[in-house]
């Protein structure tokens, strides 16, 4: 049974969040400031925070630009993980992805189909890794960042849960790296 080894010290990990939005700004990012309420209220620390409009060159370069800081440990965006025109988040992170991590995206849709039914089919949230950096999307409303962290990254980005966890294998990331 999985479960959090109070033996263990915590360690804090480095989140940079962002929103992808053509319409929201810091006065109305709500999905944003769930991310920011959940990950600092678990004791990780927000590194950056910013709002990018829904373009595939604009998310990619802050996806790069995050990468390449190694004051970053992992981002989490919200939003544009739809099927409209507009939604492109996924294209850029997997344009970034040196691994994809398929359980994420997976589990994500899994457990929203307990709560949404069919209409979980519509989510593309994904995650991956790129230049040692976790990287995960989520779709834009509250509730499925609530579900995202809650249900999910709150386990995986925390050192002490059992049996295994994504913090603890942060440092063999960048093995086999040139």
Known sequence: MSRIDETRP?????????????????????????????LTGAGHVLVAR???????????????AWISDPAV?????????????RDVTPEA???VYEKRID???EMFRTLSYAKIGTSSLQSRATG???GGTYLFALPGSPSACRDGWDLILQYQLDNRFRPCNLVEIMPRLQEHRP
Do not use: H, W, Y
């Open 93 to 95: 992170f997997e344009s």
């Open 103 to 105: 359980g994420f995206g």
């Open 10 to 38: 915590f360690l804090p990990v480095q989140i940079a969040v962002m929103t992808v939005s053509d319409t929201r700004d810091p006065a109305t990012d709500k999905s944003g400031d769930t991310l920011v309420e959940r």
């Open 50 to 64: 910013t709002i990018v409009k829904d373009d595939q060159a604009a998310i990619t370069d802050q996806l790069r």
């Open 128 to 130: 991956g890794v790129a």
């Open 73 to 85: 440990d992992v981002v989490i965006s919200t939003g544009g993980t739809g099927l409209t025109g």
